[in-house]
Antibody, heavy 119, light 107 residues
Framework: QVQLQESGPGLVKPSETLSLTCTVS??????????WNWIRQPPGKGLEWIGF???????NYNPSLESRVTISVDTSKNQFSLKLSSVTAADTAVYYC???????????WGQGTMVTVSS | DIQMTQSPSSLSASVGDRVTITCQAS??????INWYQQKPGKAPKLLIY???NLETGVPSRFSGSGSGTDFTFTISSLQPEDVATYYC?????????FGQGTRLEIK
């Protein structure tokens, strides 16, 4: 059974870069059917899709964040990562990694990690 | 971007009631819509994919229908454990987008 686990700092200073990693267990990031996503949720608000990566390295990002986002994959570690640069308080959120299976739905999610942007 | 407009934004119903949530897409998305349940402090859970297909293990009281721009999510008989926020999400196009959520409470 595939499981996802986010990791990374819970506190980031304004203007710095947020970095998170999602570790995949019970499955492989090189699965040809899967896209590996980052989704975030500000406190008390709805869900925002950040972007995805395919194991080949193909990425797609939300245009609202595209200039600041990089998603990468490390197949040797079975992980994928998120970098979000020049963060502000508006980037404070719970960040989830999630699998999109066969391009249909986000069927597996990590537990989420809270990231606060504050000096 | 495709906008997904959910209604109502909140809903209070009694145990055993039939509950309906609607989602309207800003353009035709065929049947490319999913529905998620999120309980407080937890990650969202996929309930229904591709408009009407129940994810494995999801109770049959949950259902979905619709096509084009108008979609419906239904709980046939509300149970106490269904208290949650529900989201629709389109996968017809990139970027993936979600509705704003419907908070469901028990009367």
């Amino acid at each position: 059974q595939v499981q996802l686990q986010e990791s990374g700092p819970g506190l980031v200073k304004p203007s710095e870069t947020l970095s998170l990693t999602c570790t995949v267990s019970g499955g492989s990031v090189t699965s040809g059917n899967d896209y590996w996503n980052w989704i975030r949720q500000p406190p008390g608000k709805g869900l925002e899709w950040i972007g995805f990566i395919y194991y080949s390295g193909y990425t797609n990002y939300n245009p609202s964040l595209e200039s600041r986002v990089t998603i990468s994959v490390d197949t040797s570690k079975n992980q994928f990562s998120l970098k979000l640069s020049s963060v502000t308080a508006a980037d404070t959120a719970v960040y989830y990694c999630a699998r999109e299976n066969n391009g249909v739905g986000f069927d597996i999610w990590g537990q989420g990690t809270m990231v606060t942007v504050s000096s | 971007d495709i906008q997904m407009t959910q209604s109502p934004s909140s809903l209070s119903a009694s145990v055993g009631d039939r509950v309906t949530i609607t989602c309207q897409a800003s353009q035709d998305i065929s049947n490319y819509i999913n529905w998620y349940q999120q309980k407080p402090g937890k990650a969202p859970k996929l309930l229904i994919y591709d408009t009407s297909n129940l994810e494995t293990g999801v109770p049959s009281r949950f259902s979905g229908s619709g096509s084009g721009t108008d979609f419906t999510f239904t709980i046939s008989s509300l149970q106490p454990e269904d208290v949650a926020t529900y989201y629709c999400q389109q996968f017809d196009n990139l970027p993936r987008t979600f509705g704003q959520g419907t908070r469901l409470e028990i009367k």
